[in-house]
């Protein structure tokens, strides 16, 4: 989303300003012309050299050494995409707030309309100051975007609020700001990745589901404004930011969370790859090899199915927009279809799975997107991200239509 951005990256004077570095990084490896601007203080922390070399572009160090044209504040405010100040100190908070341009960044910051967001970062008794945060809400009222520092130990040894977050989390919600706002006020819960049910204390039964389609459902619906709930199996990939997350294991426990936290939900949907079954009568202790039947060498294992938890949300759902997806390996539309009927779904993504291209562990999936009307949307082989945000577009382009027929 932020390919070919122009986006100006303020860095001040705090100890975190070394994070800055990595946040250029991680803005560059993403395609965005970034144009960083140091104040004086930055300077004492990090050399300018860095930032040029990392940002491939000329560092703006004051109002008045450029070297060239003095116009620059105008020339990168008016053609930025977003402003990024991290770290942000309490001083050019003060000067953002209170309309004082007296160096390159506050100046350049009267001239920029494109979204702002900043990152405050400074010791904990001056973050909790009365001043800085009344200058915090001027500039929320003015539509400046806050990251709130996180808590911990800080470089002056005191421990609390103050901490610069990590960069993957500020380029995480930098790259939010290109999203489209279209699932503003709605909540919407995501089931992903596998459960695993025991077989004894070292053993389980599971599949091969990676949880990457259901993280991407849940970080896209997020990044559009979304309140999100991701209640996920054991999966061994990081969760998205901004999501709430339920971690579970059986599929006793998914349909536990789902079902507790359904009520509210506008839109539900179920990713997960949840186990049909589960062994019957899990063994206390580990399975030793002489209690295999010794006339073949052979174990029997007796398995019990798993409640049905989409069936259930099906028949509990009021009002609600519920989708499921169908993991099959033939017969793809009719046994999907089989599926909306039997569980009162919305829709179902039908998946072609145990390809190397589409299906639980690749990065891509070929989906095809069925709706209880009869429509179909065929999309074609799309990163699981892509593919993510076709099924939302879908999603709530159904539910405007609900909405205009009723
Ligand atoms: N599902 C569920 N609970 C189960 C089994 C499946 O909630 N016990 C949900 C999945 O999350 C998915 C949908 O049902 O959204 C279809 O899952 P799938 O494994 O394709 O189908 P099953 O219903 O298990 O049927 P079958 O195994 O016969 O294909």
């Known amino acids: 989303m932020i390919k070919d ?13 070394y994070k800055s570095v990595e ?9 965005a012309d970034v144009k960083v601007v140091m104040t004086s ?3 004492e922390f990090v050399g300018e050299l860095t930032f040029k070399v990392l940002s ?28 990024l100040i991290a770290p942000a100190t309490a001083n050019m908070i003060g000067k953002m707030a209170r309309g004082i341009a007296d160096d390159a960044l506050s100046t350049m910051m009267m001239a920029v309309k494109a979204p702002v967001m900043i990152c ?36 002056c040894k005191t421990s609390g609020a103050g901490r610069l977050p ?9 790259v939010k700001l290109f999203h489209p706002c279209d699932m503003k006020g709605k909540k919407v819960i995501v089931t992903a990745g596998p459960t695993r049910e025991a077989m004894d204390p070292v053993r389980y039964i599971s599949n091969h589901s990676s949880g990457k389609m259901g993280y991407a459902v ?43 936290s ?49 069936k259930m949300v099906g028949e509990r759902k009021r009002n609600q927009f519920l989708a499921g997806f169908a993991a099959e390996t033939e017969n793809l539309i009719a046994n999907a279809l089989a599926k909306i009927k039997k569980k009162n779904l919305d829709m179902i993504a039908a998946n072609i799975v145990g390809r190397e291209d589409s299906g639980f562990e690749a990065d891509t999936n070929k989906i095809t997107l069925l709706s209880k009307d009869g429509s179909s949307k065929e999309l074609p082989l799309l990163s699981k991200q892509q593919a993510a945000h076709e099924l939302l577009d879908h999603i709530l382009g159904k539910i405007k239509h609900q909405v205009l027929a009723r």
Not at 23 to 31: H, N, P, Q, T, V
Not at 233 to 251: D, H
């Open 218 to 260: 849940a970080e896209a619906a997020e990044k559009r404004g979304a309140m999100v709930t991701l209640i996920t199996g054991p999966v061994s990939i990081a969760p998205p930011f901004g999501v709430e997350l339920i971690k579970v294991t059986t599929a006793h426990e998914m349909a536990n969370a789902v079902l507790s």
């Open 41 to 43: 203080s930055a300077l």
């Open 5 to 17: 951005k122009n986006i100006i990256l303020g860095v001040c004077g705090g100890i975190a300003a």
């Open 262 to 310: 359904m009520d509210d939900a506008d839109i539900i949907i179920k990713v997960a790859a949840v186990a049909d079954y589960r062994p019957l009568a899990p063994r206390e202790n580990k399975i030793k090899k002489d209690q295999m039947d010794s006339r073949n060498n052979s174990l029997t294992l007796d398995l019990v199915e798993n409640p049905d938890i989409l």
């Open 120 to 155: 405050p970062s400074m010791n904990t008794y001056m973050y909790e100051n009365r001043a800085l945060q009344r200058n915090l809400d001027i500039l929320e009222q003015d539509g400046v975007i806050i990251l709130e520092p996180g808590s911990g130990e800080l470089a």
């Open 166 to 174: 990590e960069p993957e989390l500020i380029f995480d919600r930098l």
């Open 56 to 83: 491939e572009n000329h560092v703006c160090t004051g109002l008045f050494n450029s070297g060239d044209s003095s116009v620059r504040h105008i020339e990168w405010a008016s053609r930025a995409d977003a402003a």
């Open 23 to 31: 946040l250029l990084r991680l803005m560059k490896k993403a395609g």
